[in-house]
């Protein structure tokens, strides 16, 4: 039923004010779609399963929260993703390889234009090598995340 809605879906344009034909959708949803958050909720569900899984296994680890036992590998919001994990190479390259699985999986990609690694508490060497591992940019705090400032004080 998902795919019959995104496989069938058409739409058109206005030139000079008047609709100019219908054509078909090929990919995927549009911005705005009404659709958009049901498929985010049940494909971010299954994202996180593979990272749950992957922790798991000791592929990934997250980050401890505080003082609390709890960890925490990733954060998602609308189609935002915030990965997290120790700076310890083993861990992020486990990382991408689930996030890699499942862009293979689902048939969605990152966006790298969008992509930082972010230190905190993390040797600047493995940082450097890591950076140049993947080409993603290091970046430092404060940063802004989804528009709001994150910082690294308290």
Not at 28 to 41: A, E, T, V, W
Not at 71 to 80: G, Q, R
Not at 114 to 126: G, P, S, W, Y
């Amino acid at each position: 039923m998902v795919f019959d809605c995104l496989s069938t879906a058409y739409t058109s344009i206005l030139v000079n004010g008047a609709p100019c034909g219908f054509f078909p959708i090929k990919r995927g949803l549009r911005q705005g779609d009404p659709l958009s958050p049901f498929l985010f909720i049940l494909v971010s569900n299954d994202l996180s399963r593979m990272l749950a899984g992957a922790q798991a296994d000791g592929w990934v680890q997250g980050l401890q929260c505080g003082r609390s036992t709890t960890t925490l590998s990733h954060v998602l919001y609308a189609d935002d993703m915030m990965l997290l994990c120790p700076g310890d190479p083993r861990f992020v390259e486990g990382l991408m390889f689930v996030v890699s699985i499942f862009g293979w999986l689902s048939g969605l990609s990152i966006n790298h234009r969008k992509c930082a690694f972010l230190r905190i508490h993390m040797d600047e060497t493995v940082l450097h090598w890591l950076a140049a591992r993947f080409f993603y940019p290091v970046e430092s705090f404060p940063i802004r995340y989804l528009g709001l400032p994150l910082s690294l004080r308290s």
